[in-house]
């Protein structure tokens, strides 16, 4: 039984060899082949083809690369612009409802209220800025509109009326629902 074994590792490595023997013949006739019927100059001219084919795939990629990249950082500035006036609206909507929290105050003075003047130029700004970028102007418009009803009613008599702060709190609910459905 040990003669069986030792002889089948022994064809196998004859079978291995004829393999490889055969390949190396397959492989000098295909050569021989290629050097009969081929010039050097033709062989080149086949090198100089592929070379031309992978220079101008190259080109082809560089391009596409370069456009792939303008859409890429076209779509970025577009994102940074978004949330830059997603942060400026948010911080819109919170300087509204600072103003309502101190319209809501009946027992403090309005006039000489540093807090309430500084929300006030706040929120001026943030309109003014959000206007330049074209985020929803007509509630920009109302919110100036009521800036006025605020100004008029603390210059009148140092509190703002109930009909301003039931506008304030319209408008303030509006930019609250622009903001969320322009920025779902």
């Keep these: 039984m040990p003669n069986i074994v030792i002889e089948s590792e022994q064809i196998h490595m004859f079978l291995k060899k004829m393999f490889l023997a055969a390949f190396i013949f397959v492989s000098g006739f295909v050569g021989l082949l290629i050097g009969l019927f081929y010039s050097s100059s033709t062989i080149d001219i086949?090198?100089?083809r592929a070379q031309v084919i992978t220079s101008v795939l190259a080109s082809i990629a560089t391009i596409l690369?370069?456009?792939?990249?303008?859409?890429a950082l076209d779509a970025w500035k577009s994102q940074l612009r978004g949330s830059h006036i997603y942060n400026q609206s948010s911080e819109l909507l919170d300087a509204l409802l600072t103003t309502l929290t101190i319209a809501f105050d009946k027992d403090?003075?309005?006039?000489?209220n540093q807090n309430f003047g500084e929300i006030g130029l706040r929120i001026t700004r943030?309109?003014?800025e959000l206007r330049l970028k074209q985020f929803e102007p007509e509630i920009l418009t109302k919110i100036s509109d009521v800036q006025s009803?605020?100004?008029?009613?603390v210059k009148d008599c140092d509190f703002i009326s109930d009909k301003t702060i039931s506008t304030l709190l319209t408008i303030t609910n509006e930019l609250a629902r622009n903001i969320n459905n322009h920025f779902k």
């Design 65 to 71: 690369g370069v456009a792939l990249a303008y859409f």
């Design 108 to 112: 403090s003075s309005i006039i000489g």
């Design 46 to 48: 086949w090198f100089n």
């Design 126 to 128: 943030l309109s003014l």
């Design 149 to 153: 009803m605020i100004r008029e009613d």
